[in-house]
C-alpha cells in the first residue's frame, strides 16, 4: 500500500479506491432477514435545497432502508450515504465537476458491492487479520504521514470527521484485498520464456525507453460468459462516454460517473507508465498520439476501455542498480498459526540465532518458504523484487544484520549478507520484463476474477425501490 499523499486524498484512497466500505464495521449476520426495507427516503440530489443548502456533502439521505442485498448480507441507505458524501469531498477536492447525482449513487453502490463480495469471500475461505497485524499497518500510515505518534494521527482523523473504529475496518479490509489479490490472482500468473523474449523484442523494436505517458482511463467491466447483449450493452455505455468527451465534456468527471475501475472517483488517473507497464494493444494506439487525446473505445477481455494521454515525459532510467544479498525465514501465519504466535515463533529464532546458531541450519528447520531447502538463500535481490514490506525492512539492514519484518505471508527474519551495485544485465532486463508483463496479466486477471466473483453472487437491488 501506497500512503505518501496528502492526507485528505490518504483517508479517501483508504476508504474508497482500497476501498472496504463502511459495511465491514461490524459482521452483522444475516441482516438481509434482519433489515427489511423502510418507507422510500428521497433520491439523493445534491443540488436540492431541501436536503441541504449550502452544504453538498452533507447532501444525502439517510433513512436506513436497505438499497442492496448482498448474499446474506445488506447494503443500507445510511452506508450508501456515507460514501457519497465522501466521494464528494474527493471529486470537490481534485477539483472534478460532479457527475449526475444519480449515477454517482449508482456507481458507489456498485463499488460498495464489490467491496462487500470480496470481504464475504475472505471470510468464507478462513482470510483474517488481526487487530496486532492492523495496529502495525496503522502505526506504519502514521509514520509515513509524518506523525510523531498514533494519538497525533487519530486526533487528526478525528478533528476531520474521520470515524476512528471505522478507518480501522477499512484498513483491515484493504489488507485483506490485497491478500486475496496475491492468492487468488497473483499467485497464480505464469509467464513463459517466449512471452519475456516477445516483450523484449517488442521493446527493442518501439524505442524510446526513456519515455513516460501519463494516462487516464475509463473502463466498463463485461460480465464473466456475457451475453451478446450484455456485451453489447457494456459497448453501448463506453461509446456513450466516448461520445460525452468528444461533446467537450471533462474525462475526470465522465470517468467518475461511468468507470467501473476503482481508480473512478480520481478521474480514472493512472499516473505516469513507462512503455513496459502499459499492454501492447493500448500501447499501438497511444504511441501515435498527442497529450490531451484520447483512444477510441477498445476491447479487452476485462471489458471496454477508453485511454487519455494526459502527458509524456522522458524518464532517466537507472543505468545502475543497488542489489542485495539476503536471506531468510518464513513462518507463516493462518487460522491454526495467529500473528502474535507467529510474531512469537519468530523472535525465538531470532535470539537463538543471536545466541550462535547457525542462520542456515535454523531456516531448513522452521522456514516455511520455498527457500528453507537452501537455507533460506534468496540470492540477489533488486528493487522491486520482493514485497513493499519485506524491502523496506531488508534496506534498513547492513551486512550482517538481522531483523523481523511482517508482511501479507507472515513474520519473517531477514539477513542481508551483502550488496553491491551493479550495471543492468540482461539477466536484469529479463526480470524487469517479467514484472511488466506480470504487472499487467495481474490487472486482467484480477478483474476477471471479480467478475466470476459477482456472477456467483446473490445481489438484489432495492435503490430504485427506495426512491
Given at each position: 500500500?501506497?500512503?505518501?499523499?496528502?492526507?485528505?486524498?490518504?483517508?479517501?484512497?483508504?476508504?474508497?479506491?482500497?476501498?472496504?466500505?463502511?459495511?465491514?464495521?461490524?459482521?452483522?449476520?444475516?441482516?438481509?432477514?434482519?433489515?427489511?426495507?423502510?418507507?422510500?427516503?428521497?433520491?439523493?440530489?445534491?443540488?436540492?435545497?431541501?436536503?441541504?443548502?449550502?452544504?453538498?456533502?452533507?447532501?444525502?439521505?439517510?433513512?436506513?432502508?436497505?438499497?442492496?442485498?448482498?448474499?446474506?448480507?445488506?447494503?443500507?441507505?445510511?452506508?450508501?450515504?456515507?460514501?457519497?458524501?465522501?466521494?464528494?469531498?474527493?471529486?470537490?477536492?481534485?477539483?472534478?465537476?460532479?457527475?449526475?447525482?444519480?449515477?454517482?449513487?449508482?456507481?458507489?453502490?456498485?463499488?460498495?458491492?464489490?467491496?462487500?463480495?470480496?470481504?464475504?469471500?475472505?471470510?468464507?475461505?478462513?482470510?483474517?487479520?488481526?487487530?496486532?497485524?492492523?495496529?502495525?499497518?496503522?502505526?506504519?500510515?502514521?509514520?509515513?504521514?509524518?506523525?510523531?505518534?498514533?494519538?497525533?494521527?487519530?486526533?487528526?482523523?478525528?478533528?476531520?470527521?474521520?470515524?476512528?473504529?471505522?478507518?480501522?475496518?477499512?484498513?483491515?479490509?484493504?489488507?485483506?484485498?490485497?491478500?486475496?489479490?496475491?492468492?487468488?490472482?497473483?499467485?497464480?500468473?505464469?509467464?513463459?520464456?517466449?512471452?519475456?523474449?516477445?516483450?523484449?523484442?517488442?521493446?527493442?523494436?518501439?524505442?524510446?525507453?526513456?519515455?513516460?505517458?501519463?494516462?487516464?482511463?475509463?473502463?466498463?467491466?463485461?460480465?464473466?460468459?456475457?451475453?451478446?447483449?450484455?456485451?453489447?450493452?457494456?459497448?453501448?455505455?463506453?461509446?456513450?462516454?466516448?461520445?460525452?468527451?468528444?461533446?467537450?465534456?471533462?474525462?475526470?468527471?465522465?470517468?467518475?460517473?461511468?468507470?467501473?475501475?476503482?481508480?473512478?472517483?480520481?478521474?480514472?488517473?493512472?499516473?505516469?507508465?513507462?512503455?513496459?507497464?502499459?499492454?501492447?494493444?493500448?500501447?499501438?494506439?497511444?504511441?501515435?498520439?498527442?497529450?490531451?487525446?484520447?483512444?477510441?473505445?477498445?476491447?479487452?477481455?476485462?471489458?471496454?476501455?477508453?485511454?487519455?494521454?494526459?502527458?509524456?515525459?522522458?524518464?532517466?532510467?537507472?543505468?545502475?542498480?543497488?542489489?542485495?544479498?539476503?536471506?531468510?525465514?518464513l513462518i507463516k501465519t493462518s487460522e491454526i498459526?495467529?500473528?502474535?504466535?507467529?510474531?512469537?515463533?519468530?523472535?525465538?529464532?531470532?535470539?537463538?540465532?543471536?545466541?550462535?546458531?547457525?542462520?542456515?541450519?535454523?531456516?531448513?528447520?522452521?522456514?516455511?518458504?520455498?527457500?528453507?531447502?537452501?537455507?533460506?538463500?534468496?540470492?540477489?535481490?533488486?528493487?522491486?523484487?520482493?514485497?513493499?514490506?519485506?524491502?523496506?525492512?531488508?534496506?534498513?539492514?547492513?551486512?550482517?544484520?538481522?531483523?523481523?519484518?511482517?508482511?501479507?505471508?507472515?513474520?519473517?527474519?531477514?539477513?542481508?549478507?551483502?550488496?553491491?551495485?551493479?550495471?543492468?544485465?540482461?539477466?536484469q532486463q529479463r526480470q524487469q520484463a517479467r514484472?511488466?508483463?506480470?504487472?499487467?496479466?495481474?490487472?486482467?486477471?484480477?478483474?476477471?476474477?471479480?467478475?466470476?466473483?459477482?456472477?456467483?453472487?446473490?445481489?438484489?437491488?432495492?435503490?430504485?425501490?427506495?426512491?
Amino acid at each position: 500500500m501506497m500512503f505518501k499523499m496528502d492526507f485528505f486524498a490518504l483517508i479517501c484512497c483508504a476508504i474508497l479506491m482500497t476501498m472496504h466500505s463502511a459495511f465491514a464495521a461490524d459482521p452483522r449476520p444475516n441482516r438481509a432477514q434482519a433489515a427489511p426495507a423502510k418507507s422510500a427516503p428521497k433520491k439523493f440530489d445534491p443540488q436540492k435545497p431541501d436536503l441541504q443548502k449550502t452544504d453538498p456533502q452533507k447532501q444525502v439521505a439517510t433513512i436506513d432502508s436497505v438499497v442492496a442485498v448482498v448474499n446474506d448480507d445488506v447494503i443500507t441507505r445510511k452506508e450508501l450515504g456515507d460514501q457519497l458524501r465522501m466521494a464528494i469531498r474527493q471529486l470537490q477536492k481534485q477539483g472534478t465537476p460532479l457527475p449526475d447525482p444519480e449515477v454517482l449513487e449508482k456507481q458507489t453502490l456498485e463499488r460498495m458491492i464489490g467491496d462487500m463480495l470480496q470481504v464475504q469471500f475472505a471470510k468464507e475461505s478462513g482470510m483474517r487479520v488481526d487487530d496486532t497485524q492492523l495496529d502495525l499497518a496503522i502505526t506504519r500510515i502514521a509514520q509515513q504521514n509524518k506523525f510523531s505518534n498514533l494519538a497525533e494521527f487519530r486526533a487528526k482523523l478525528e478533528s476531520d470527521g474521520v470515524n476512528f473504529k471505522k478507518f480501522r475496518e477499512e484498513i483491515r479490509n484493504e489488507i485483506i484485498s490485497t491478500r486475496l489479490r496475491e492468492r487468488e490472482v497473483e499467485s497464480k500468473i505464469i509467464i513463459s520464456e517466449t512471452e519475456v523474449e516477445n516483450y523484449l523484442a517488442n521493446k527493442a523494436k518501439m524505442g524510446g525507453d526513456n519515455e513516460e505517458l501519463h494516462l487516464a482511463h475509463i473502463l466498463v467491466l463485461v460480465p464473466e460468459q456475457a451475453s451478446a447483449g450484455k456485451i453489447q450493452a457494456a459497448r453501448d455505455k463506453a461509446e456513450q462516454a466516448l461520445s460525452q468527451l468528444k461533446g467537450g465534456a471533462d474525462f475526470a468527471q465522465v470517468a467518475a460517473g461511468a468507470s467501473d475501475a476503482k481508480d473512478a472517483l480520481n478521474g480514472g488517473d493512472i499516473g505516469w507508465r513507462s512503455p513496459d507497464r502499459i499492454p501492447p494493444m493500448f500501447m499501438n494506439e497511444l504511441q501515435n498520439m498527442q497529450p490531451g487525446q484520447t483512444t477510441a473505445v477498445l476491447r479487452s477481455p476485462s471489458g471496454f476501455h477508453i485511454l487519455k494521454l494526459v502527458g509524456k515525459r522522458t524518464g532517466s532510467a537507472p543505468v545502475v542498480i543497488t542489489q542485495t544479498h539476503a536471506r531468510h525465514i518464513l513462518i507463516k501465519t493462518s487460522e491454526i498459526v495467529p500473528e502474535n504466535e507467529a510474531m512469537k515463533r519468530i523472535l525465538e529464532i531470532k535470539q537463538r540465532i543471536e545466541n550462535g546458531a547457525d542462520f542456515a541450519e535454523q531456516a531448513k528447520r522452521y522456514s516455511q518458504d520455498g527457500s528453507a531447502q537452501h537455507g533460506g538463500d534468496l540470492d540477489w535481490l533488486s528493487p522491486g523484487q520482493t514485497v513493499t514490506d519485506f524491502e523496506e525492512a531488508m534496506n534498513k539492514l547492513q551486512p550482517g544484520m538481522i531483523g523481523v519484518a511482517q508482511t501479507q505471508f507472515g513474520w519473517h527474519l531477514i539477513q542481508v549478507l551483502e550488496r553491491r551495485n551493479t550495471d543492468v544485465s540482461e539477466q536484469q532486463q529479463r526480470q524487469q520484463a517479467r514484472m511488466a508483463i506480470g504487472s499487467f496479466k495481474s490487472e486482467e486477471q484480477y478483474q476477471d476474477w471479480l467478475r466470476q466473483l459477482r456472477d456467483r453472487a446473490f445481489i438484489e437491488y432495492r435503490l430504485e425501490k427506495n426512491q
